[in-house]
């Protein structure tokens, strides 16, 4: 029996029931692919999934258990999101080959926290972009899909005053560029330390929430887009929605479930290989601390993203 590292989550927690230990490696059914995992990460979802969300609304956290696991997850091993070599091909597998760079975004399925996963043919995987590194690709995968998924929910279009709310961490930092990329102008709201970044991504105007609790005067936005989710909010934010223009959207991060499909991966590769998005990488961490990855991005400052590398100094 092959086996293989995993961080394997028994019960819904602290970041301490993460648990590192030696498991049976997965064999590829006839549509799967098996990828040696290069890079994984740690964001909001993977530790909402964790934690068993204890502080949302309770019919939140019932709808989240029903598909993840009632008293328990029903997937141990945790992690969003994957990156790495395609090593065997299941026997009806057409799209894909062995040594392919592949990364994924694997809904419920997770099992980004190991050594090796199987994936899917048709599920949200596709050939990681070219001249990103499997660590990178792995980086703009959450923050990406979600931030063009609500960009696009919100209208954006050139000229538009967009107002990004929380523009720093891992959606944030996508939106920014993202919105720089469809030629708006955009105004990001952050804290104290992370001002250089997103002018560094492309930012116009930079607020500092914990300064400022008005925006400028005058100021009017086409689209509010609330990047960090209805837990995170400040005076700033509720005057920036007051500053709507008429026919003006709020849109959060936090309205709906996006389900994303492979085709909405492959646009994501697109502007990655055109330079749209390019990854943030705050922290990385080798699987072995995958406590502390989780504890730090828990404490909700990252900026941008935290990756898990399964082969730190390979990526
Ligand atoms: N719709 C869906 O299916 C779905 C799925 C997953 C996640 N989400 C939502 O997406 C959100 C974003 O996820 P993420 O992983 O990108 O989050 P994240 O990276 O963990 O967010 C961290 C950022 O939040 C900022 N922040 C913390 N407190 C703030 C406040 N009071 N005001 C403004 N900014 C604040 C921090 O900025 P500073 O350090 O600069 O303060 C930090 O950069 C989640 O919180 C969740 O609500 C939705």
Redesign the pocket.
Known sequence: MALMKAAICRRYGPPEVLVVEEVERPRPKAREVLVRIHASTV???DWFIRSGIPDAPAFTRMMMKLMIGLCRPRRQILGLIAAGEVVEIGKRVERFHVGDRVYAFTKFHLGGYAEYTCLREGSTVGLAPVGLSLEEAAAIV??GL?ALHYLRKGEVRPGMQVLL??A?????TAAVQLAKHFDAEVTA???P??GALVRRLGADHVLD?TQVSTPPQGAHYDLVLD????????AL?TACERALRPGGRVVS??????DFSSRELAELTELAERGAIKPVIDRRYPLEQIVEAHRY?EG????GNVVISMVPGVS
């Not at 720093?168 to 944030?172: A, D, L």
């Not at 990047?227 to 400040?234: A, D, F, I, N, P």
């Not at 909700?300 to 900026?303: A, D, L, N, S, T």
């Open positions: 964001n909001s979802s959450f923050g979600l709310y929380g720093s961490g891992g959606v944030g709201v952050c804290g330390d992370s929430y990047t960090v989710g209805r837990r995170k909010t400040s934010r991060v936090d309205d709906g479930t996006p991005v909700e400052h990252k900026k």
